[in-house]
């Protein structure tokens, strides 16, 4: 609640800012009341600096001030949270994409952190350990240290609600401690994978998902935990394909190949290449036809458009995915 209560003082100072408005004039007068004021501009800087918390009803009476109803300030404290999110998401983007100077920009360039949502500024944080990890800034025990900072870490085996931040820190404990034949992080992450009314998720942020899902099975199939790794990818193509998100279902179905190929699936294996092949071919990702083409005829010592021929017969006949 305080954290809510912080921003909405935050945003409601933007707005008093953007009309020209002095602390002064917005405090000194109430219309709706037969007082001469609706706090001193002390009061005001108290509520600024987080010693004491806004009232619903002291926001309305600055609204009034403010010419705006609370509707509009509700209303625009929510586009402020969204248009925060993007930018957090244009950092993460460019981490991906390995694009160093533009995230470094960026990172430098972000200066709202006082009016961030709880989600935002731990997804703002994960950038920033991620990043500066990678960027070999901080050592695996340091990231491991700021990481247990933002996730339930000793009490993740009881918990039963994560968010896409949870996830991708996670995600990233389980890539440094796998190096050192841990495995504590990956396993509370294949337990959320696997149960998805574990994860609580908006229509702006699932688009996260597919790439954790991705991510997950590839490092299960290096550690050759090949019926998880089955198991996370299946249930990650049921998430792409519901939502959508097809870009990530060719290194998902990539998994299913590989992990069944070493179990001797040998049908299986073979359907799910094509499935790979197909999928790259179908979003036109030229990068990912290339990447996959070449893996896919190392793995089988063939080119990997024989399957589509060899398998004519049982793929008319394949049931859905």
Do not use: W
């Not at 179990?263 to 036109?284: P, V």
């Amino acid at each position: 609640m305080n954290e809510n209560r912080q921003r909405y003082i935050y945003h409601l100072d933007e707005l008093r800012q953007k009309k020209n408005i002095t602390v002064k004039e917005l405090c000194e007068v109430s219309k709706s009341s037969k007082r001469n004021y609706i706090c001193s501009d002390r009061q005001y800087r108290k509520y600024l600096s987080g010693i004491n918390h806004i009232s619903d009803m002291r926001i309305s009476e600055f609204c009034e001030n403010l010419g705006i109803s609370t509707r509009d300030f509700y209303y625009t404290l929510n586009e402020r949270d969204q248009y925060i999110y993007d930018s957090i998401k244009n950092i993460y983007n460019s981490i991906l994409s390995k694009n160093i100077k533009r995230v470094i920009l960026l990172l430098d360039e972000f200066t709202t952190e006082g009016e961030l949502t709880n989600q935002n500024y731990r997804f703002l944080e994960y950038c920033r350990i991620r990043f500066y990890y990678e960027d070999k800034r901080l050592l695996p025990d340091e990231t491991i240290a700021k990481i247990k900072k933002h996730i339930p870490y000793f009490e993740c085996d009881d918990c039963e609600a994560f968010d896409f931040v949870d996830a991708l820190f996670l995600l990233l404990l389980a890539k440094i401690e796998t190096t050192n034949q841990r495995d504590e992080g990956l396993r509370v992450l294949i337990r959320v994978l696997n149960n998805s009314e574990m994860l609580y998720l908006s229509a702006e942020n699932r688009n996260i998902l597919p790439t954790i899902y991705a991510n997950t099975s590839l490092m299960l199939g290096s550690l050759n935990r090949l019926m998880e790794c089955i198991e996370v990818s299946m249930k990650g193509i049921e998430f792409c394909k519901k939502y959508s998100f097809h870009k990530s279902l060719t290194r998902l179905y990539y998994s299913c190949s590989l992990s069944h190929k070493k179990l001797g699936h040998q049908s299986k294996s073979q359907k799910y290449a094509m499935l790979c092949m197909s999928n790259a071919i179908a979003i036109n990702n030229k990068n990912e036809i290339n990447h996959f083409y070449m893996n896919l005829q190392e793995d089988y010592k063939k080119d990997p458009f024989l399957l589509f021929y060899e398998l004519k017969e049982d793929t008319l006949k394949m049931p859905p995915i």
